[in-house]
Every structure is written in structure tokens, then in C-alpha cells.
């Protein structure tokens, strides 16, 4: 099995915030997956040296918890034309926050300021749309705590498939009511637009 090396392990350890960890995440290109789909444990991510948001939530998440915090994994479920996204949750000032490593320039970071993980959910909503301006989010999931996955996760290598599953089975609440759906006004123009701003080009 192989390990994070020493100089691998100071990095991590100059990691010790979230705002830190999230700068570290922003900086990371995005993964494309341009070989086909992957979900690299934190050490092969690390050293790809690129991620996407699933990749980056469980890399975000391995770094605080070696820096005391609790960190759990929210799923955030959209509508079948959509992406899912992945955020990782953390407390901090009694409050929750969220790091995000995402593409756009939404559904970003989250600085703790919110009473409990619905908040924190639903602070995502209108920002998760599509081109045509349609609002998607439908679901988050219930905080999925890294206690949860196997011994020496975070440096197994291959694509870790299970976690994926096992976020699957957890209990996903609905973000809105259903006779809402239908009277969702659209994200406006200038909305739209704003989101098409990328970080790195595929």
C-alpha cells in the first residue's frame, strides 16, 4: 500500500482552515475525466494533481480531519438533466460551512454561517440551474460522516465506487415542496451568463 510522503504530509499539515483547504481546492485544475470517469482517493488526487467535485470534496474532507474538525460529505441531488454535486460540510463557531470544488462560479465555497446543514443546503438552491435558466436542485442528503468508510481510505488506489454507492443508500431530504415545482421562476438573463464563467477551459 502506498502512503503520503513527508513532503506530501507538510503540505497538508500547512492546510490547517478551511478558507486554506478551500484556496487549495480553487487551485487544483478541474479533472475532466477526458479517460473516462474516476474517484480517486485523496493521496492519487493529490498526486494528479487535479480534481473534480466528488474528487475534491473527499480530498477537503481527509484534510480537515487532520486538523480536528468533522467534516461530512452532502450530496446534492438534481434533476435527471443535471449534475449531482458533492460539498463537504464542516463546523465551525457553532455555525456551518462548506467547501466546494467546483468549475463555475457558483456553487462555491460556504463560510460557516449557517444554523445547521438544511441552511447550508438550501443556500445552494438558486444558484443550481441550468442554460436555459430551469432551477434543478431537488435533494441533499443527510451528512455522511469519512468514519463510515474503510481503514486507509484516503490512499487506496483504483476508484473508490463504494463510497459512491454508499451515498446512494443514505437518507436524501426534498428541498421543496412538490406543488412549488411548477411555479419555479426561471434564474434571470444576466444569471446565466455569470454562470458560464469558468475556471480552467475543457
Known sequence: ???????????????????????????LPFNFEKN????????????????HCFEGALLGAYI??????????IHLKAIYNDYDHMVVSFKQYGLWGALSKTNHNVLRYREPVYKNTREL???????YYLNN???TLRQYSAPFSLKNLKKNWEVMEGNLWEIDKQLDKIKHY?????????RL???DKIEIEAGLIVDFKK
Open 174 to 182: 426534498d428541498i421543496i415542496p412538490k406543488d412549488l415545482l411548477r
Open 36 to 51: 473516462g470517469e474516476t474517484l480517486r482517493s485523496p493521496l492519487f488526487t493529490l498526486r494528479e494533481g487535479e480534481a
Open 121 to 127: 443546503a438550501l443556500s445552494y438552491f438558486h444558484e
Open 64 to 73: 480537515l480531519s487532520l486538523h480536528g474538525f468533522k467534516p461530512y460529505l
Open 1 to 27: 500500500m502506498v502512503f503520503f510522503t513527508r513532503k506530501e504530509k507538510s503540505l497538508l499539515k500547512k492546510l490547517n482552515t478551511p478558507a486554506k483547504v478551500q484556496s487549495f481546492l480553487n487551485s
Open 133 to 135: 435558466g430551469s432551477k
Open 185 to 187: 421562476r426561471k434564474a
